[in-house]
């Protein structure tokens, strides 16, 4: 990979403007420097800028605004797309079913390569293919850098035709349930990966606005890939089959499959030629490397693959060291590489780092908490994470997730003691809440409550609504008031009639207090609607919508409930209002302490509604994981900062960033990381 724009006056060492995809990156941009920003962002709900022709409705315009900021991104990260080599492509017709194909047997005749100027949109293009195609290759070959490529041109191609499907880019690792349809599930990915409401999504299936662009086959456990492969088949047979598709994997375990796609065309990969190799490694001055590569054949034979070469070109100089890794060692020459390239991307220093030198994260502590990430998405058959994500799952132990389990309900318990507490006492708030953290079962999902926008409309609408229910409950309750004191007068003694008069002009004024407060409390409740389309932008950005959503209305609500809790404890019958002297006389409360009363038990009810409507709105997600991350963190899995430390790895080169979630630089390196052993850090 080209160090500078001028290779001969660049340093080997330099990587800092390496060069990425035709165009050049600063290593030192790649993290989130723009976070404070974002989180404004957020808060002030701004979204990604919708894109493409004006035809187009708006949410499918901001969806392919979202799917062109990732493909960009991650064209730009991508260690395959530093090899600017058009990688040679193969006809591989016989690799899948062809409507036309019946029973006749093809594929004896040897594979003719294709020009190599030919590029994947010309063969997507193709009128025998139609869209329909399938993309081999062996590990590190280009698939998904290729497919990228592709999906950048039909992005472009979206943009300018308001009627072209919007590409999307799916990884097929996330299809957990053999018996999940291919339709269902890309409508929970569009919802999990950009929060498109599942009947928006749905509907764009149905009416082929989309083109779905699967990575990933191989990722699936051996057992279920021939499985999917069925599912794709049966999707590519239904009636929201959609007019174009493409799927990718790798040869060797496509190849096991004894069924086949039913796609129009398909093409492999090639590999890179010695030949190839040698030019650009002389265009690039790095002649040394060649002559190095000479010495051993079978780190020749591996960079034949574009990730390969890659690598090699940027961990050069910690190979040519004596840190680099003994050849004779008994470990493979991919993991010699790549353990290479971790210790070269590690050493390497940048002009702005995330860390200062005096914090900065140890080879040994952050290649701990890299191994404990790759490990958790192994496990969970990801190759994506979010922080927000993160589930109890990710325990290595029982004893730390009973830990985690606990530690919520004592959290749960506090909690609803506190808020009954503050209406009935203490001691019962603590017995209450003691039983009530006993009865709730906690769901083994930390569900967010980040999806949801205020409708200035819909908040309109609920006040009117609120206010005309309010307004009879009002009427009917000071009818009632002023009814109870009306009867109320002929046994009472000592009471002043202005007094009466005082108490019962209130009452009426109740009317206005229910409609007023209940027109506001619909109106809130009923201007939260589900985002159509929301993409994460920042790291944990849904633990900080959650944090929000939770904390505006619970405020809101808490305020209108105390104020009117306070009105009706002052207008309620028996509160204050009528009070015993002695044995058969009854007397009139003041209104001085009535009303001292009201605004006491009406706090207390406003802290109450505000901590309830908190917790239910999104609060208690919040808590949970809080927990969760603190456990992790005491157990040495993750840093304390964790956005932090990822975009630390992603300066690094070892992690992409795509607004608020993250991958490995490449699928290999996430696999090289799982083997490795998790060694606790001692606290």
């Known amino acids: 990979m080209p160090d500078a724009e001028d290779p001969k006056q660049g340093n080997n060492n330099d990587l800092r403007n390496a060069q990425f995809g035709g165009g050049f990156i600063n290593a030192e941009n790649v993290n989130a420097g723009r976070i404070g920003g974002d989180i404004w962002n957020i808060f002030l709900g701004q979204q990604t800028t919708p894109v493409g022709n004006p035809a ?86 280009g698939k998904t850098t290729t497919t990228l490529d592709l999906a950048k041109a039909l992005i472009a191609r979206a943009e300018k035709k308001s009627d072209y499907p919007i590409p999307v880019l799916f990884n097929l690792s996330n299809w957990k349930n053999d018996r999940q349809l291919i339709h269902d599930w890309l409508v929970a990915e569009l919802k999990s990966k950009y929060g498109v409401r599942k009947d928006i999504s749905s509907k764009w299936l149905d009416n082929a606005k ?36 493409l799927v990718c994997s790798r040869w060797e375990e496509y190849a096991n499959y004894p069924e086949r796609l039913q796609l129009n065309g398909a093409i492999c990969l090639r590999l890179l030629s010695y030949h190839q190799i040698k030019n650009y490694l002389a265009n690039l001055n790095r002649t040394q490397l060649w002559q190095f590569l000479q010495t051993d054949t079978t780190l020749l034979e591996l960079v034949r693959k574009p990730l390969m070469l ?32 971790i210790q070269q991307m590690m050493s390497r220093s940048l002009v702005n780092q995330m860390y200062s030198k005096q914090e900065a994260s140890v080879t040994k502590q952050t290649q701990r908490w890299l191994v404990f990430l790759a490990q958790y998405l192994q496990s969970s058959s990801k190759t994506e994470f979010s922080i927000d994500d993160i589930q109890a799952d990710c325990f290595q132990t029982i004893a730390q997730k009973r830990i985690y389990y606990f530690t919520i309900k004592i959290a749960l318990w506090l909690f609803s003691g506190f808020i009954i507490g503050l209406i009935f006492g203490k001691d019962f708030g603590l017995v209450s809440g003691f039983v009530i953290s006993l009865i709730i079962n906690l769901s083994e999902t930390i569900q967010l409550a980040d999806k949801i926008k205020f409708s200035f409309k819909r908040l309109i609408f609920g006040c009117k609504l609120g206010s005309f229910i309010g307004a009879i409950g009002g009427f009917l309750y000071s009818s009632l008031c002023a009814l109870y ?41 009923i201007s939260l609607i589900k985002e159509e389309f929301e993409t994460k932008l920042i790291p944990n950005q849904g633990i900080i919508n959650s944090f929000k959503n939770a904390t505006i209305y619970s405020i809101f609500s808490g305020l209108i409930l105390g104020i009117t809790g306070s009105l009706i404890y002052i207008v309620f019958p028996g509160n204050n209002l009528i009070k015993i002297a002695e044995p058969g006389v009854y007397v009139m409360g003041t209104t001085e302490a009535l009303i001292n009363v009201a605004i006491i038990s009406g706090l207390k009810f406003a802290v109450s509604s505000v901590l309830v409507i908190w917790l239910l709105c999104g609060g208690f997600t919040c808590i949970q994981h809080f927990f969760l991350r603190l456990i992790l963190y005491r157990n040495g899995y993750i840093p304390w900062n964790y956005a932090r430390f990822l975009d630390y790895c992603t300066e690094r080169m070892l992690i992409q960033r795509v607004g608020g979630r993250y991958r490995f630089i490449h699928k290999l390196l996430q696999d090289h990381f799982a083997q490795m052993d998790f060694k606790r850090d001692s606290r």
């Not at 991104?73 to 899948?96: C, D, F, T, W, Y």
């Not at 036309?100 to 010309?122: F, N, Q, S, V, Y």
């Not at 009639?497 to 506001?520: C, E, K, Q, R």
Request: hydrophobic share 45%; aromatic share 8%; net charge negative.
């Open 485 to 525: 004191v009306a009867i109320a007068i002929d046994v009472l003694k000592n009471i002043n009639y202005f007094t009466f008069v005082f108490w019962a002009v209130l009452a009426m004024f109740l009317t206005i207090i229910f409609s007023v407060s209940s027109g506001l409390l619909f109106g809130i409740f």
């Open 310 to 341: 890659s690598i090699i070109i940027l961990s050069y100089e910690e190979l040519a060291t004596e840190r680099g890794i003994n050849l004779t060692s008994n470990i493979s020459p991919l993991e010699y590489l790549l353990n290479a390239y």
């Open 56 to 141: 187009r409705p708006k949410n499918e315009r901001s969806l392919l605004a979202a799917v062109k900021e990732e493909v960009t991104v991650r064209l730009r990260q991508s260690l395959h797309n530093a090899v600017l080599i058009n990688l040679g492509k193969e006809p591989q017709p016989q690799q899948v079913k062809r409507p036309w194909d019946a029973d006749i047997k093809i594929g004896l005749k040897p594979a003719e390569p294709l020009p190599d100027t030919t590029t994947i949109l010309e063969i997507f293009d193709q009128e025998e293919i139609a869209g329909k195609l399938l993309i081999l290759g062996n590990p590190g070959a």
């Open 210 to 245: 989309l083109l779905p662009m699967l990575d990933g086959l191989d990722e699936l456990e051996s057992a279920r890939q021939e499985l999917c492969v069925r599912k794709i088949n049966e999707f590519l047979q239904s009636d929201y089959r959609p007019k174009y598709l």
